[in-house]
């Protein structure tokens, strides 16, 4: 009853929390407002995130003074805050760590050297002796700790009994052979925090929440649940370190550490196995008790959660994250940062980045799992999408959600682009976005107070990581083993089976009865092993004793061979492994005890049919679809099967489940519930339940009832009428004028391009039928200067794309760039030049001969090129080199005049290929090399942050025609004038129009407005977004863009009337809309039926129709993806981050918007 009650009306714990992106200059009028507006659309609370855009000074008395107003107003309204303890990320400093906007510097950083993160790098040097060798100043830029010698013995691999120190020997006689001499130093970082040391951390505990308690102490655990941690990490460019490292080491396993570094880079025979598990241990535990353990205990002692992510991929964990179980065990609240909406297309929540978090808050016993989801999904996510993504993260045990974000403000590129989309008033559907939290709400409610059912449990491979981290990068084999690992976990989600993921601690720890592990909320009477080189002895003798006792063991790939304890090929650990698995590992299984130990192949795709089979799943998918997802949970007196449809169209969940009792279909949208039909029995019954496509529903057993028969629900004929007639259509913006139904609205964007005078036939251009496809989208924010230029070329620059088409902040940071391009010559030239320019330095070669260098971005160099061209293939090379902080860039014009009186024009463009020096880039996924490089246009002269540029020693000359182009949008009656400086006419289609009396250029005809600027100075142009006037016109089913509203963000209304007959009144009507782009209100007769923000697009119109005339009206909203494909900034125009999101990042699809139909209305 307690369920069922919270499932209608979720309780507030359950509702999600909003990120609430502080992004601008904060005041009160305006933060009491979006409180306000937050409560209402049914969200929990919210965590107050300082965002780099940030103006008003963070952790200042007007920072103190509006988080006190926003506390104070959260807690008259019931509205919980959170804080964010960090302005942006990672955790840790206190500050941007590049302030900017009046911040003030990090006050973690600003404390001194010490305080920095500090990582071990190396120079190593390689020797052919005998030879004498002059070791003197041979280290790494930073503070020397040690040099040692060793014989190489192989690719890769050292001789440990080698091993000589040679930090004091200035000249070392090197023996015959082939050595390597590691030379270690530290080297400090500048812009993240030391998280192994801590006082450091103390010092971060100090800074914010303590600054925090002394001022909101009182409200902490009441309208202050608690505090946000974001993606603290080891910032180690290779080897993570700290002064106490070396004493903790010895402290930890007895032995010295300097004399073994080597072995964390190179191999060095059986001993490297246990050095390199060592090292990452006690690096582990530093991390732990400096960051997680301080902190955490901080807050307890507070009356605060903690809560917070750090990084999920287990790749990495050993060098940036230690052991991830054994830190993460400190959070109150343990989180997720869910990449899948951020890094993936189609958007998706990936089982293997949520169930490490998951499995954490069950091993801990914690009340609460939190997933931050739906961040960086760009202006195109709908709320399907969120749908989606919220039935994946119930699934695999997500019980809190914290949406990122709901963004202050847009009113800067840096604030619009930091990861969006925003959920917030700014888009249109923010008015219906209550049916979003409500359905999270639901779905969060089902699963708090539920238990997952699996006893199924995956070790996690960080100590098989660890060993195979070489110089503080995972190597091949830990890559291998960590993609089996997510494989495993990501193949059985796809076949419906729920796992924990479990450390070695619980192995080692947890109590074993009955052939069943139990820790906290996670019982496991099967393990399964992804590849695993490495395992402690202690480990494996668990793991025998669980199989004696009944339980299964299934590995994936390698077994088991080296150890922390003995290193590499432990024979007591194999001999193990032997008697667990059997003289000859296999499929079938090895029986031991009561148990049995299974062998698959490494290949998971492969392995994955067999792995099924030897799990006992208790509920099972009839089909094998990869579409549905499922997880069986408990609670007292019930079991309950969450089922998601993941796929774009309906599906058919056919499911056999062990499950008694009674059974109901719960709906998350609607709180609704209705008995379900169930087969069968003996311990296995059957049901089948539609599920509408991207929708979810909760199964759910009273097993403390004897079941019923269920009625077979009865088929219902109907008739459908489909309402093909034109719709009355016009748009809700713009205000009332004394006309009528007439609105003035505003026109905010035009298509634009300019010519030198007499350059171009204007006719032509005034042709609705001239393709200006190319011509840029100018947002008439602002008055058009500094967007007129000479130059046909553009800059361009190299920007580096993870997964082929990523674009992230550092994408375009690079040192040096190669340009090529080639052309043919079919005739011989009569004159030809060329002019270029780089930043900061630009070498350029034609055919292999340089033809010249620029030194000064701003000042092109032009040479003539003549000399150097040649029939047929020409080869163009430009050099580019990067010597300020200034972005890296080339831009190339060519004039080529041929004898026929032909031009041949080459100027840098999208395409010239481009290449750039290896570097290591963190793409959010992982440390990549190779990440593919595209040319990228950051835009032609006058493009910021350059501006003008002169083209061939000239700057822009005056006068020019600026051309604006726009269709009209359908019901467009009249035009204001334009706010304008210089001469210009207004044009519709061809004709010139002039305006009346009443300054309003009216319009009867026509479906291109063109307005033609002459120029006499850059000041020139229009100055304003123009106004023009609409009434609603009849239109049939089409989308906006071809209504002449393709730029529009916002609702329009469509109405239209029908007629019934009194028996059609009568009967069960349900109003199908068919396609709409993306969400719609539906008012009856003047009576509000409701509103649909997912497909399908249907109600139930019973009882609102009647006979005769029936009245519909229809309010459809689309997405801020269509505004913000044309909101761009000026000043960041050249910005690959900035275009990014205002063109790569959006979907064509989800720019269609209104109302597709058909519309039909299906009677009986």
Known sequence: DALRASFESPPADDRPLAAWHWNGDLREAELNRQLIELRAKGLGGAVLQARPALRTPYLGERWWDAVGYTVGKGARAGFKIWFQDELGSPSGSAGPVAPKHGQAAPVVLAAGPVHHAKSLVRNIIEVDGPAQVSLEGRYPAGEPVVRIGARLIGPGELDPASFVNLTK????????????????????????????????????????????????????????????FDAPHLAAGHLPWTTDLPAAFLQATGYALLAKLPMLVYRAGPETVRVRCDFYRVVAAMYEEAWFHQISAWCAAHGLLWAGHTEELVAYHPARQGDYFRTMRHAHVPSVDALGFRFARPRTVRASEIKNAVSVAALAGRKRVMARAFGGAGWGVTLGDLRRGANLLAVLGVDTVLISGFFYTLDSAEAADDWPSSYFYQNPYWEHFGAVSDYLSRLSTIVNQSRAATSIAVLCPVTSVAANTADGRPNTRAHEVADAFEAIIDGLFGRQVDVHVV???????????????TQGAVRASTVILPPTPVMSRAVARRLAALVREGGTLVAVGEIPSASPDAGGADRTLSRAMR????????????????????????????????????????????????????????????????IANCSATDQTASVATSARGPAEVWDPETGGMQPLAVTGGRGRRTFS?????????????????????????????????????????????????????????????????????????????????????????????????????NWRASWITGVRKPDGWIVLPTSDDHERLRFTKTLTITEPPIKAWATFSGVDRAAVYLNGTPLGESQEWNNPVTYN???????????????????????????????IDLRSGETVVVVSDRSWEVASPRTEMWTGSGIQRDVPIVTWERGRPPVKPWGHVPLLGEPVRFPRTLMYRQNLPVGCVGIAIPVVKGEHGVFVDVRERTPDINGIYNITTGGLLSIEVEASDFSNGILAPLEFYTRPTAVKLKPWSELGYAWYSGTGVYERSFELTAAQAEGRLILDLGDVRHHVEVILNNRRIGRRVWPPYTFDVTGAVQKGNNTLRLRVSNLLTNEMRWRRDELHMGSPWHLYWHEDNIEPASLVSGLLGPVVLRIG
């Open 169 to 228: 020997v200035p000249v070392w006689s090197c023996p015959t052979g082939a050595w390597r001499v590691f030379a270690f130093a530290v080297r400090t970082s500048d812009d993240r925090i030391d998280c192994l040391r801590a006082d450091t951390v103390r010092r971060f505990l100090d800074a914010t929440y303590e600054a925090y308690a002394e001022r909101y102490g009182d409200a902490f655990g009441k309208g202050i649940p608690g505090i946000y």
């Open 503 to 517: 450390d070695e601690a619980f192995v080692e720890g947890a109590r074993l009865k009955d052939a069943v592990l």
């Open 579 to 642: 008697e667990l698995f059997g003289p000859a590992p296999s499929p079938a299984g090895f029986k031991s005890g009561r148990g049995r130990a299974h062998a698959l192949p490494e290949d998971v795709t492969a392995a994955l049919p067999d792995l099924v089979r030897i799990l006992d799943v208790p509920v099972a998918l009839a089909s094998k679809s990869t579409d549905i997802a499922l997880a069986s949970r408990t609670v007292d007196g019930g079991e309950i099967i969450l």
């Open 689 to 789: 339940i539609p599920i509408l496509a991207g929708a979810a529903r909760v199964v759910v057993f009273d097993t403390t009832a004897r079941a019923k028969a269920v009625p077979a629900a009865r088929r219902v004929r109907s008739k459908s009428v489909e309402i093909a007639v034109d719709w009355q259509f016009a748009l809700q913006a713009g205000v009332e004028t004394r006309q009528g139904s007439v609105r003035k609205l505003e026109l905010p964007v035009m298509r634009f391009a300019d010519f030198a005078l007499g350059e171009g036939r204007l006719e032509q251009l005034r042709d609705p039928r001239y393709d200006d496809s190319a011509w840029r989208q100018l947002w008439l924010k602002a008055p058009a200067l500094d967007v007129v230029g």
């Open 865 to 895: 090129i003549m000399p150097y061209l040649r029939l047929g293939e020409n080869t163009i090379v430009a050099d580019v080199v990067r010597t300020s902080g200034a972005p890296i860039s080339l831009i190339f014009e060519s004039q």
